[in-house]
């Protein structure tokens, strides 16, 4: 499974951006997906998941929404509100089976940097 995420940039505080991650190689529909992000110095964290239902880490609750498009091939996770701790290199990553952690996710995409100014 390929994976290709897009969609990041600049943005000011209380604005909003939506990345997009393009899967190929393998239906879609099958995989567990999520965005993770990366701040610098820090660790890979959970953002979102969905395969039936989404789930969110907590300090992106009421503001991220995850979503996929299984015809298109196409995760995506709508930012809104955003403040400057969500800067970071956003991943998606998809799963073959029911993920317990970031480790059961095999394909990942090269990152997309969002960058929120103060």
């Known amino acids: 499974v390929q994976l290709q995420a897009s969609g990041g940039g600049l943005v000011q505080a209380g604005g909003s951006l939506r990345l997009s991650c393009a899967a190929s190689?393998?239906?879609?529909?099958?995989?567990?997906a999520a965005w993770f992000r990366q701040a610098p110095g820090k660790e890979r964290d959970f953002v979102a998941a969905?395969?039936?239902?989404?789930t969110y880490a907590d300090s992106v609750k009421g503001r991220f929404t995850i979503s996929r498009d299984n015809a298109k091939n196409t995760l995506y996770l709508q930012m809104n509100n955003l403040k400057p701790e969500d800067t970071a290199v956003y991943y998606c990553?998809?799963?073959?089976?029911?993920?317990?952690?970031?480790?059961?996710?095999?394909?990942w995409g090269r990152g997309t940097l969002v960058t929120v100014s103060s």
């Open positions: 969905v395969r039936t239902m989404a």
């Open positions: 190689g393998r239906t879609f529909s099958l995989l567990a």
């Open positions: 990553a998809a799963a073959p089976r029911r993920p317990y952690g970031i480790q059961d996710y095999d394909y």
